[in-house]
């Protein structure tokens, strides 16, 4: 029997909570079913017996405090509601826990935003992760030496599983499932939940906002100036012009700054405001190409396609109501 343990802090999401444990519970009534026995053992761990959930909403009573429990084959790190430094400054007890259970043999997977708390350990450096593509630029900043890919819905290193942002975890727990139970049992809980098998990829969500939370005016300026002229063909020597900073100098600043560099940040800037037009407008995928500054249809193709895992059409096809209806 496998050992579960879903964490709980007073920040938990309480769906990231209860979807993992109902999932869980959903393998053993199947086994059950099936007149066989069931897989898992499943407690909810915090690190007191009452949390507070949801800003004072509800409470939930844990089945264990964390200091009590000795040994199990998997933690599950909920995601949280709420500021990222605060969540970290009220768990910093839980970080040395999650290594030392895992230094037994216990496997860490983190939901969405969870992986903050999971990054916190140590764990992840030099691994890849996945996270909400909202807290990227912190993370990156926090976790510089985690290798982050935002665009996968599933990590899965050395015994830590990560997953993209929000409802792509329940892909995380059907993939557990599968990994655990077998494919069989992983195709029911998909029916079961209405969750698609096998997703990989979560870069069609992602909302390209910029990253401003820094002093560098000069980066600001040229950050500004690319979003304002976005239809533009926007040079990296044009930039330099502007904010009166040698290339070199540029370049190293912008991509400290927003961890992007200035091309990748010129990409996503005109990208965003592609898939705007696709969304809203009957554009053809020409007319929405000169718009935002490119001239070869085959650059904008492929640049459309490494940033949101579509092709323009498919884009389009995915996200605008009137080329869904017809």
Partial sequence: MKHITILATSGSNIGSIDNPRRAFVL?????????????????????????????????????????????????????????IARELSQNLKIIPWLIKQYKNGAEIASLCVGAVLLGATG???????????????????????????TDKVITDENGLYTSGGAFSAANLILYIIEKYAGREIAIYCSKMFQVDLDRQSQSPFIIFQGQKDHDDEPVKQAQE??????????????????????RRNLERRFKKATTNTVVE????????AAKKFFESSRKNINEVMYDVGYSDTKAFRNVFKKITGLSPIEYRNKYNKEAYAF
């Fill in 265 to 272: 940040y010129i990409q996503r800037v005109k990208i965003e």
């Fill in 123 to 149: 764990l992840l450096n030099g691994k890849s992760c996945s996270t909400h593509w909202r807290v990227t630029h912190d993370f990156k900043m926090l976790y510089p030496e985690v290798q982050l890919v």
């Fill in 27 to 83: 393998v053993n009534e199947y086994l059950r079913q099936k007149g066989k026995q069931p897989l898992f053992k499943i407690q909810i761990a915090g690190s007191s017996k009452e949390i507070p959930l949801g800003n004072g909403l509800c409470t939930l009573y844990a089945d264990i405090e964390i200091q009590d429990l000795k040994k199990t084959d998997l933690i599950i790190i909920p995601a949280f509601d709420g500021d």
């Fill in 225 to 246: 100036f690319i979003e304002n002229n976005y239809q533009d063909k926007i040079s990296v020597d044009k930039l330099t012009s502007i904010v009166a900073l040698s």
